[in-house]
């Protein structure tokens, strides 16, 4: 059984050992079910003021809807504001995506009160690294709580169930909703305001969680869709991913368009307008071109036409080794190819490194930018700062997860739309999120995007939310989105992370000085829970 290493010390903190194995297969589980848990004390200046703040780093323990007995053991972090009433304080849960992801990434490089330096869009030199005080963090709005998803981080399945168990669209955002219901009651915070901030994946999930949470009676004031994937059905739409694309070709100054366009946001406003009309038609009638359009397309992805007429214009296009056509031939006569979670980061793509498989998770440009310093960082942080330290192995991403991931999705109308009935991916939620926006009329969500990122474009989420089946004009004006210089993880950009910060704070606020709005939301949940 967990326990801590010594008694609390003269400022109160309380380490903690856990010598629990949490595997992350998909049979893997425990039987432990003790929510132990580290907790130290420190404070920030964040805009001035001081906040003293208490960080938990542990276990919650969820149970089965019907049964109410243990089913998974949830690992998380807090951080929670000193001396403030349940009513005044928010409170956001984090997580990210994957799925498989744990929430490590979002927990040390976005609005945690600690954040990673790193070098973006440069290559981070090897240790020593560095962690420091974030500025930009939301603590001076909302307690945060960054969840880890049953087989990330050190979160396991409570036996007889399984790992697995937990594994698909609808059954992980069950799990999350137990968590989340399990944490408002510990700390009894069922009444204060209530965010979710998900990304990339964890889009997809906020968007199933939030209805999930309506229909138990947990009303949101607020949901941050960072990187959004809400229609697989559309994703590689190279439709979508053309203003991507221009912006990365403008960013290497790899553009043919002349003069070259000074505002990045206007030339993609030109570049979208292009990819909705005469793109799209070329692309339907493909053979058959029209050469004004290709060299058009030319001048915007840099691209000469011979190549692509050769990949048939489509610009989000793969090869058979699953190589992103465009970012590995922007810069092919350097030997360098861009990253697919941003663009502006690029890699050696000669020799061997040419050669590695670009489906191994860690090998794309971005990615090996920044995970030498998360992962020493994350180590450092735990262990010595938060003082929880475990004999297993943290699992920051689990590619048993994706593998074994249940698609299928049971939307609020009944509909499936997760696997089709060939067994196609199709997972769409928008429409989730159009039906929590409907029920609950003050839910503000904002859209955040990163200009450079090819995983999940910025006009493809566009599109998408403009399609969302969500026709009432008063509550489409919840709904905001923002975009930055930036990739797919917006925070690693400093700049863009203390924009978005502001975005962040403007929604906080609003949510929080509209007193109407608020008790409209609580009568909500108050009739669910009657």
Known sequence: MPRSLAAAGENGDEPCFDPVAYGNGPGDSVTDTTEAAAVTHHSITIGGREIAYTATAGHLVTVDESTSQPNAKMFYVAFTEDGQSEESRPVTFFYNGGPGSSSVFVL??????????????????????????????????????????????????VAPHTNKEFWGVDQDARSIKQFIKRFLTKNQRWNSPKYLFGESYGTARSCVLAYLLH?????????????????????????????????????????????????LIDFLDEVASFARTDYLASLRKFPQTDDATVEKLSQYTGIDKTTLLAWGLDVAGYDSRGNSLFLTTLLKSKGLALGAYDGRVTAIDTGIAGQIDPNSGGNDPTMTAVSGVYTTMWNTYLNEQLKYTSNSSFTDLNDQTFKNWDFHHTDPTGAQK????????????????????????????????????????????????????????????????????SGHMVYLDGGSRTALKADLATMYDATTADKPALARIRSLQERHRV
């Open 108 to 157: 040390l490089g976005s609005f945690a009160p600690k954040r990673i330096k790193t070098s973006m869009p440069n290559f981070t030199p090897p240790a020593p690294y560095q962690i420091e005080d974030n500025p930009d963090s939301l603590l001076d709005k909302s307690d945060l709580v960054f969840i880890n998803p049953v087989g990330t981080g050190y979160s396991a399945a």
């Open 215 to 263: 229909e138990d009676g947990i009303d949101l004031n607020g949901i941050t869709l960072q990187s959004s994937i809400l229609d697989y059905g559309q994703a590689g739409n190279p439709v979508g991913a053309l203003p991507t694309a221009a912006a990365d070709a403008w960013y290497h100054k790899r553009l043919g368009v002349t003069p070259t366009p000074t505002n």
């Open 418 to 485: 997760g696997i089709d009935d060939k067994g196609n991916l199709i997972l769409y939620t928008a429409g989730d999120l159009a039906a929590v926006m409907a029920l609950n009329i003050d839910l503000k969500v904002l859209s955040a995007n990163g200009l450079y990122d090819f995983v999940t474009p910025f006009y493809q989420t566009v599109i998408d939310l403009q399609r969302m089946p969500l026709v009432e004009h008063k509550v489409r004006e919840n709904l905001s989105a923002k975009f930055y210089p």
